[in-house]
């Protein structure tokens, strides 16, 4: 009888050992390597791959056009895979547990379903009968969602070959497994082989796949790297799963950007989108408040205002503490520091804490000045105007207020929000033009700004 092989695979990386290691030499992670079984060549056969009897032509002579897309019927979904799902493509979502991630596909499917056909929900987690129930709780119930409980691949392919679905949703990759191969659902060799099979169906039959993936304790895609370069676009929930708001981002698109965000809001009948989402993100503002100002950010075409909070206060431990939520560390100390060193406000004995309200997170340099502003509001216990102000501007290590790009969205934005007053850098003046809605404060440097906070006292 011959003896069997066994490998040591890691499960973050790929990375083949014949022995046990505690660190993978190829991602250093420790406690990654499992043992696998190698198969032999007469039980292990490959899966067939896509063959192209295409030869090679000058890129210019290449037909091209633009894609095929289904319509999701859900605008804010669609806003994020760059205008519906491309047919043939491979779509993996992750997010934590209990985010919104069945929620959303099984509602994206209902309605796929009844707009274009057959739409098949696999899943290796629940039953049929979980899966009805939140049918119910969600209305999407049609008759051409049909939904199965399975997990062997080969018997997966045989379901989408039988129904000829226009939509296939697998609900997670991690629970796949082929019998050929010896290895536990979830292993690197099995995720590989089995999104690979997807990969072939989908590409075959041009029918768009959608793979719900698990995230490991620190937010991250849980399962082996190859997996996200595999796939044609990864998305991502955020939020937290006592907060009513959730975020919808695509870390990769080969069909479309990667800086949109769809903003969705959870309440019992599933997951509601929110086209105004600066609208949301103010409505529990207050009139006045100290240490409270609003910014703007973009996120791909759109601008949103959002509310920024800090708090300055007395150190109790000896060592100053600088907490930042929804903003870059690093951009809070060199902001602190510009404070220091150009303002001479003493902040070596203050403790710092930063927060945007309603768990997005500022990107690039755009809430630079409303940073500043409101840690020197909470310090000097001034209070902003919060429902009429907006501040705009990147700060530079002279103390100087930068351009920002888009700067004119963000005012139009501001305008039809209602806010009066906009604090801008003096160079981004001329290619704003004029606002009958909003007065354009100028500002050079962050001395004027904080001048202008003065006089609100």
């Known amino acids: 009888m011959a003896k069997s092989k066994s490998k040591f695979v890691c499960q973050q990386c790929g990375f083949e050992s014949p022995k046990w290691l505690g660190r993978c030499n190829g991602c250093n992670q420790w406690n990654a390597m499992e043992e696998e079984l190698v198969a032999t ?8 791959s896509i063959v192209s009897q295409a030869k090679p032509q000058p890129i210019g002579k290449v037909k091209s056009g633009s894609y095929q897309r289904f319509d999701t019927s859900i605008s804010e979904l669609n806003r994020v895979l760059g205008g519906g799902l491309v047919k043939g493509a491979l779509t993996l979502i992750s997010g934590e547990p209990g985010i919104g991630k069945s929620t959303l596909i099984l509602q994206a499917g209902s309605k796929i379903s009844k707009k274009y056909g057959t739409v098949l929900y696999i899943s290796g987690e629940e039953s049929e009968e979980q899966i009805k129930m939140r049918a119910d709780r969600l209305d999407s119930i049609t008759d051409k969602l049909y939904v ?27 629970t796949l497994f082929k019998d050929e191969l010896t290895s536990a659902p979830g292993s690197v060799s099995q995720i590989k082989e089995s999104v ?28 082996p790297r190859v997996l996200e370069h595999m796939v044609d676009t990864v998305l991502h929930f955020e ?39 600066s ?22 075409t759109r601008p949103i205002l959002v509310e920024l909070q800090a708090l300055v206060t007395a150190t109790n431990t000896g060592f100053p503490r600088r907490t930042a939520v929804g903003v870059d560390i690093n951009r809070l100390n060199l902001i602190i520091a510009v404070l220091e060193k150009k303002m001479g406000l003493p902040l070596i004995n203050y403790d710092i804490y930063i927060n945007v309200v309603g768990g997005i997170k500022l990107e690039g340099t755009f809430g630079d000045l409303g940073i500043a502003m409101a840690i020197y509001s909470s310090y000097k216990s001034i209070n902003l105007p919060t429902k009429r102000l907006i501040a705009i501007g990147e700060i530079s290590l002279t103390a100087d207020i930068r351009t920002v790009p888009q700067l004119e969205k963000m005012i139009k934005e501001g305008e039809k929000m209602g806010f009066e007053e906009c604090i801008l850098p003096k160079r981004n003046r001329s290619k ?10 100028e ?9 202008h906070i003065e006089k609100t006292k």
């Not at 070959?161 to 997670?172: A, K, M, Q, R």
């Not at 500002?443 to 001048?451: F, G, P, T």
């Open 41 to 48: 060549k007469a039980a292990y056969k490959r899966s067939p």
């Open 196 to 223: 690979n099979n997807l990969m072939r169906i989908g590409k075959s039959l041009n029918i768009p796949i959608f793979l719900v993936a698990h995230v490991t304790k620190q937010g991250d895609l849980a399962g």
């Open 432 to 441: 704003v033009g004029t606002s009958r809605k909003m007065r354009l404060i």
């Open 148 to 174: 199965i409980s399975e997990t062997n691949i080969s018997v997966i392919e045989g379901y989408i070959n039988e129904l000829s679905p226009v939509f296939v949703i697998i609900d997670s990759v991690q």
């Open 279 to 300: 609208a949301m993100l103010l409505d529990s503002m207050t009139e006045e408040a100290e240490g409270a100002i609003v910014v703007a950010t973009v996120e791909g």
């Open 443 to 451: 500002v050079e440097n962050l001395y004027s700004a904080l001048k």
């Open 239 to 277: 939020g937290e799963r006592t907060q009513e708001f959730r975020i919808l981002r695509a870390l990769k698109n080969r069909f479309g950007t990667t800086s949109e965000i769809g903003v969705f809001e959870m309440k019992e009948e599933g997951l509601i989108e929110v086209t105004n989402p």
